[in-house]
């Protein structure tokens, strides 16, 4: 959800494959989708609150799975990009920085605007939401941040964390590092993940798993440069899709366990990311612009939607009471005014902080 708005790879004179420089357009059109589909989740869980479920549509509720999906991208966003980024304290140090950067401002932004929404109308608010100093910092809490899509950022800036721990050591370490730590999520996240404690919850939880699915995926395209039919990576794709979309259903139907939701939806975005990741790098599918440019608004999209989703629908449901002509504005302005918010929040905050990013991060790693 955080990275940077094209994703180009130059790798180190010691990798294991040849210098290269290549855009990953079809992975940014997922990042786009991957947001789309949690603003659908979020219409249809307004619609649910103030229309009432027999105004949903069915199967607008999915949408939540493209969090899943932004997981597994993030995975392998971190891998991709670090190939030449070398290893040791200063590297490590510019990762994080421009992480900092990356995450912060924007969302810093978009909960200034939710609070600013939700002090006009406070209905649009969870009564379960973290103090303020928990949710303008991303800090582990009880309850998720009052800027609900803030939960997510937790658990990245774990994986951040993490990840740039992993930078201290040699690169050619980075496969086995990456799957003892999946290993020990495997052996204590059962245990750990039920903790009250909020910190251990999010370090022992199952989804990530998500992360490291990823990162696997960039690793092994890394390594591996043979190259498959492209209809046979259509297939591919299309079937890990339809994958996705039946491990969200059956998640759904069946109840949320954590270790369920990362089973049926990790591996399908997996192989649906590596299937658009082997497009890419054949160059055999390129997707429409407004994709791309939908992957490029995505990490503003997902930070600014829900509290613009949420107001239109109570507005609509109130003032023009619960019927189908209320319901078409609510979804119309649900599906065009976090548009505008997210083009804002991408150009005149997001796109500054993450060039300041880069530029301290060179700073510090030359």
Same mark, same amino acid.
């Given at each position: ?65 493209? $969090? ?130 909020? $910190? ?71 192989? +649906? ?5 082997? +497009? ?51 979804? +119309? ?6 548009? $505008? ?6 150009? $005149? ?10 530029? +301290? ?6």
């Amino acid at each position: 959800m955080t990275h940077s708005a094209t994703l180009h790879s130059s790798m180190a004179a010691k990798a294991p494959v040849a210098a290269m420089s290549q855009q990953l357009d079809l992975v940014q059109a997922l990042r786009g989708l991957a947001a789309f589909a949690v603003l659908t989740h979020h219409i249809a869980v307004s619609i649910d609150q103030w229309f009432g479920t027999g105004f949903t549509p069915p199967g607008l509720g999915l949408g939540w799975v493209g $969090v899943d999906l932004f997981f597994v991208l993030s995975g392998f966003i971190m891998v991709w990009t670090t190939q030449s980024s070398g290893h040791g304290v200063r590297s490590a140090a510019a990762f994080w920085t421009r992480r900092l950067l990356r995450v912060y401002p924007p969302y810093w932004a978009a909960a200034l605007m939710a609070l600013g929404l939700t002090a006009l109308i406070p209905e649009i608010v969870s009564k379960d939401s973290a103090g303020l100093l928990e949710s303008f910092f991303l800090w582990p809490a009880e309850h998720p941040p009052f800027l609900q899509p803030g939960w997510t950022l937790i658990y990245e800036l774990w994986f951040y964390l993490g990840f740039g721990l992993l930078m201290l050591a040699p690169r050619r370490w980075l496969g086995p590092l990456l799957a003892g730590w999946a290993t020990a999520v495997l052996i204590v996240g059962d245990a750990f993940s039920h903790e009250a404690n909020p $910190v251990w919850h999010i370090m022992a939880n199952p989804l990530t798993l998500n992360f490291l699915m990823g990162a696997g995926v960039a690793l092994a395209l890394l390594r591996w440069r043979g190259n498959l039919p492209r209809t046979a990576l259509l297939g591919i794709v299309a079937a890990a899709a339809l994958l996705l979309l039946g491990g969200a259903l059956y998640v759904t139907e069946t109840g949320w366990s954590e270790w369920t939701r990362m089973l049926a939806c990790g591996p399908a975005s997996a192989i +649906l990311l590596a299937g658009a990741a082997m +497009l890419d790098r054949q160059g055999r599918l390129a997707p429409p612009k407004a994709l791309i440019t939908l992957g490029d608004w995505s990490y503003a999209l997902y930070l600014a939607h829900q509290p613009i989703v949420y107001a239109a629908t109570f507005l609509s449901a109130t003032a023009l009471g619960v019927g189908w002509v209320s319901l078409s504005v609510a979804v +119309l302005g649900g599906l065009t005014l976090p548009f $505008v918010a997210a083009g804002l929040l991408h150009h $005149v905050i997001e796109k500054p902080a993450q060039q300041a990013g880069r530029r +301290l991060a060179r700073a510090i790693a030359p």
